[in-house]
């Protein structure tokens, strides 16, 4: 019989999302009528801006005909794109990033697991506490990691606390990692690193021979214009850091799937022996290998957000999502909570009132309140006694999830 990876029986069995659901469906099974709203997963609720359809469509044209019909496009991404992604993310903001360091792919989730394939089994591996759950796992699948304790903590994981007595921004760690999970603006807490903090890291990262792998998903939601929107405005940032984007959260795509990925020319690891080799044609070849390419019809819609109306369309559904967040900052705060969060990030992180474990307060939310959010210990030890409202929502049901609360908790 074929043997199974034993890794993945490591995983926790009661993973947070499938957990939630299953008390939100026991609770609307046994109360039919209560209308619940859902401020949980991080999904975002707007369509598509119409300057990305528009593309799309015309794309889908482009396909009708012989033409311009296209078959494989090159696995990296289409030049069309890559450059528009190097010219305005990057050059613009004066990042050195060329359009060969962009690979254009089907998601940042994927991306931040694929990126694995290229590492050694035997580097050590630090992440923030809370973290976004994926860098954890995929660590477990491939067989970094031995089982987890009580709390969830994976034996031969560094873990960097990040609580409200640290400001959510963690220490170094106190022994060398070969590679760090850095997530900015943060999921879960909602937290963003200062120019300064990033120095620190990119510092750390050159003295200690480390790497670190940057998550700006959420760059697109910062609107404190002196907070660096991606990696490599850090001077040094080249030689140590892989930086992950998605247009999943700033344009809409979580079911489109488009994201990329900047592994630069610079960036350079070492074999057994100690030869230094660089990165980018390995992730080049893995890239190429396992993955056939973004379609066509997407990879259009993606680069129309580049475009004029595009970015006007984009912005406006940031700004939204961020008057969401404000309203829910607001009502909480007036309703005596603790926030954190949501002023550069879609995500409200929240500490619970009266000290309650984050699933208690879950339960209290969901039975007398009917409003789903996420536990806080759900994304770490250290999100215990924390729990997270997502901002993604319409502004009917944030105004109402506002009042429920503020009701709840007078
Ligand atoms: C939503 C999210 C992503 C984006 O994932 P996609 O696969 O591109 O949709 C990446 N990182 C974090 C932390 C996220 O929350």
Known sequence: MARLNENFLKLKAGYLFPEIG??????????????VIRLGIGDVTEPLPPAVTAAMHKAVDEMAERSSFRGYGPEQGYDFLR????????????????????????????DTGNILDVFDLSNTVAVQDPVYPVYVDTNVMVGRTGAADAQGRYAGLTYLPCTAENNFTPALP????????????????????SRETLQTWVNYARENNSLILFDAAYEAFIQDESIP??????DGAREVAIEFRSFSKNAGFTGTRCAFTVVPKDLQAQTASGETKPLHPLWNRRH??????????????????YSTEGQQQTGDLVKFYMENAALLRAGLTAAGIEVFGGENAPYIWLKTPGGATSWDFFDRLLNDAHLVGTPGSGFGASGEGY????????????????????????
């Open 83 to 110: 450059d528009k992604i190097a010219q305005h993310d990057y050059q613009r903001r004066g990042c050195n990033v060329q359009a060969d360091e962009i690979f254009v792919s089907d998601g940042s989730k994927c």
């Open 387 to 410: 729990f997270r409202l997502s901002a993604f929502n319409s502004r009917a049901n944030v105004e109402e999830a506002v009042e429920r609360i503020q009701r709840l908790l007078k």
């Open 229 to 234: 929107r991606s990696i490599f405005e850090i």
């Open 288 to 305: 190429c290998t396992k993955f056939n390419g973004v379609p066509y019809i997407i990879q259009r819609g993606a680069e129309a957000v």
């Open 22 to 35: 299953r008390r939100v469906s026991a609770f609307v099974a046994a109360n039919p009528d209560a209308k």
């Open 174 to 193: 106190e022994q060398r990692v070969d590679l760090i999970y850095l997530c900015y603006p943060n999921n879960p807490t909602g937290a963003v690193a």
